[in-house]
């Protein structure tokens, strides 16, 4: 019996991961951080992620089901973009406030660039940007910020974050940061939980250790340049978004590069932007501006290290 031989076009390796899979595993690594902040901020930290991630799933399902495409919430990309963006947000945010960042997170960044795999910045960093210039009592108030339970007994009295509060008596400590005793954003206060989380996802091969490496490395470096206090560059380090940025933003597969230079150069960018943003900027955060700024530059990165293929010559004009 003759053999056909079959011919298709590429790509011809094949690997068992899958989109939800992927998902998934990232779900999974940020449960610690997210059970840990629901334990410390109470039932209201606990009603924002919530809204926020169901809020992105109907979206999503609304979006397929109106323009009559295939349901693509069993990916559990809108479960992991509601997640993130929930975790980013203030304690106290209102619910329809995180319910609008969802919708701009799903529908604006994501499916009107033609969804999942097609848009050109991070849908949760998008979002919490919209939010930041439309809701900015809402956002960074510190009525939205709480103290957590492990300092006082009742979940209503209001906190600042460890980046308001540098220098000043109230500053936590680094042993509070590290830990996870302050105040500020649901999903950042942890630093250790957070990365145990992003040990899971370099163990797993869902994410490469460069970019968190670059990123956070390019932080505490220029800190440490810029003041000599390893106190300071600690202090810095661990506070703010920096962490659950570089772990679980700055790593989504369709907005920063494919190759390892291309890493290198995206976490140092990332870094960079941060530390410049907190420096000399208005604002005390930089992580999610600077990680936008670089989803951006991202093409341009991979282009630069685009490789020739196999076997290509330059044909050089006579003219």
Known sequence: MKEKLVVSSSPHIRHLDTTSGIMLDVIIALIPATAYSFFIFGLSAAAVVCTSVLSAVICEFLWNLILKKPQSVGDFSAIVTGLILGLNLPPKTPLYVAAIGSLVAIIVVKQMFGGLGFNFVNPAIGARIVLLVSFPTAMASMSSYLEPITKVSVDTVTGATPLMLYGKEAAPSIKELFF??????????SAFLLLVGGVYLVLRKVISPIIPLSFIGTV????????????????????????LGAVFMATDYVTSPASKIGKLIFGIGCGLLTFVIRKWGNLPEGVSYSIILMNILSPQIEKINLKKPFGLKEVKSNE
């Open 180 to 189: 996870g005793m302050t105040s500020g954003a649901i999903g950042e206060t």
């Open 220 to 243: 505490a470096l220029m800190t440490y340049l810029f003041s000599f206090s390893l106190n300071e560059t600690l202090y810095f380090t661990l506070s703010g978004g920096l962490i």
